[in-house]
């Protein structure tokens, strides 16, 4: 028998053998007796080698050990579950949802004359018998200087006064929007939120509170009523102030002049003043103030000289006054055990008619 350190088929011709080429790694017998043998598990030995079976897991003391895949999926859920039970602690509960759908109440009351209605002295000057206070148009909205509120900054509340007045000015002053019919002007100060109410006014108007475009804008009937003059006589004031710490409110309280006479009469012909208080209420979160709109949730109307028989959810309806004047029949008494009319639909006498 050969010597086994000799190759099987013997040493190469003209080569030295193995004893040179291999020298640096054969181990002495000191060595191999000195060595461990370390007998893998059967679960090792399926898995692959000893050094992949020790990469692959982590012992964990008396436990025993778990693969580092397990591992970092158990700490994943661990996170995920930490994180949901911090955010659902310390979610902004206090915050309420941004206000959606129909917010607007409206209330209108119609101003009965107490007498005939009689036309002003001169065409010419309809607003000489005015007493005085009364300002042209936007001189008479008195907007106050912006100042901050306690959770508003002052170019917040100035940014909201500055959309309060172009509101006012678009649904009280403008003729587009008073004897033409044009209500898209106000529909843009309008958040998303309140447009489809608006839109519903629009194009089915009804006196049920939340559905009167009256409460939106002031409009008279285009096929009845035109202006005798575009000045607007304007008096009343602002105010601000906030609903909670992340809304702030404007209430408005103004009373509007209006000279008209009928359409398509002629120079000359007679003037009646119309007179229309609209206190209204305006609330802004910081998105709306971003955006420069506004939610209207509050509206009171009086409007006179004016017929209590009438609806006024679409048109406010005048007494025109004729040369000789016109009569208008007196207001019936209401009736509090009477549920069949509503009992928002309330009617006054105007004073000093």
């Known amino acids: 028998?050969?010597?086994?350190?000799?190759?099987?088929?013997?040493?190469?011709?003209?080569?030295?053998?193995?004893?040179?080429?291999?020298?640096?790694?054969?181990?002495?017998?000191?060595?191999v007796r000195a060595a461990r043998i370390q007998e893998l598990s059967a679960r090792e030995r399926l898995a692959g080698s000893f050094g992949k079976a020790t990469r692959a897991r982590v012992r964990l003391g008396p436990l025993g050990s778990v693969p580092r895949q397990a591992?970092?999926?158990?700490?994943?859920?661990?996170?995920?579950?930490?994180?949901?039970?911090?955010?659902?602690?310390?979610?902004?509960?206090?915050?309420?949802?941004?206000p959606e759908g129909t917010q607007l109440t409206v209330s209108l009351v119609a101003l009965s004359p107490a007498s005939a209605v009689r036309p002003v002295v001169d065409p010419a000057r309809p607003?000489?018998?005015?007493?005085?206070?009364?300002?042209?148009?936007?001189?008479?909205?008195?907007?106050?200087?912006?100042?901050?509120?306690?959770?508003?900054?002052?170019?917040?509340?100035?940014?909201?006064?500055?959309?309060?007045q172009r509101y006012l000015i678009a649904s009280s002053l403008t003729p587009a929007a008073l004897v033409q019919g044009v209500t898209t002007d106000v529909r843009a100060y309008v958040t998303p939120g309140q447009q489809a109410q608006f839109d519903a006014g629009v194009t089915q108007p009804v006196d049920d509170r939340h559905h009167a475009v009256t409460g939106w804008i002031v409009r008279f009937d285009p096929a009845q009523v035109?202006?005798?003059?575009?000045?607007?006589?304007?008096?009343?004031?602002?105010?601000?102030?906030?609903a909670d710490g992340s809304t702030l409110q404007i209430t408005t309280d103004h009373t509007f002049v209006y000279a008209l006479k009928p359409a398509g009469a002629p120079a000359g012909a007679p003037v009646t003043l119309e007179t229309v208080r609209r206190e209204l209420t305006f609330q802004f979160d910081r998105v709306d103030l971003g955006q420069a709109?506004?939610?209207?949730?509050?509206?009171?109307?009086?409007?006179g000289p004016a017929p209590c028989t009438s609806s006024m959810?679409?048109?406010?309806?005048?007494?025109?006054?004729?040369?000789?004047?016109?009569?208008?029949?007196?207001p019936t008494p209401v009736d509090p055990g009477n549920h069949a009319r509503p009992a928002w639909q309330v009617c006054g006498v105007l004073a000093g008619s």
Do not use: C, W
């Open 1 to 31: 028998m050969g010597d086994p350190r000799e190759p099987p088929e013997g040493t190469p011709e003209g080569g030295s053998g193995n004893e040179d080429e291999f020298r640096s790694v054969v181990f002495d017998e000191s060595f």
């Open 71 to 98: 591992l970092a999926l158990l700490l994943l859920i661990l996170l995920a579950f930490g994180a949901a039970v911090y955010f659902g602690v310390n979610s902004p509960k206090g915050i309420a949802a941004r």
């Open 127 to 164: 607003f000489a018998a005015l007493p005085t206070g009364y300002g042209d148009g936007t001189a008479g909205l008195n907007t106050p200087t912006g100042a901050a509120t306690e959770h508003f900054s002052k170019v917040e509340v100035t940014k909201a006064l500055d959309t309060v």
């Open 226 to 242: 035109a202006l005798a003059s575009d000045t607007v006589k304007v008096v009343g004031a602002m105010r601000v102030d906030e």
């Open 293 to 303: 709109q506004l939610r209207l949730v509050d509206a009171v109307l009086q409007a």
């Open 313 to 330: 959810a679409a048109f406010l309806q005048p007494v025109l006054a004729t040369a000789q004047g016109t009569a208008v029949a007196q």
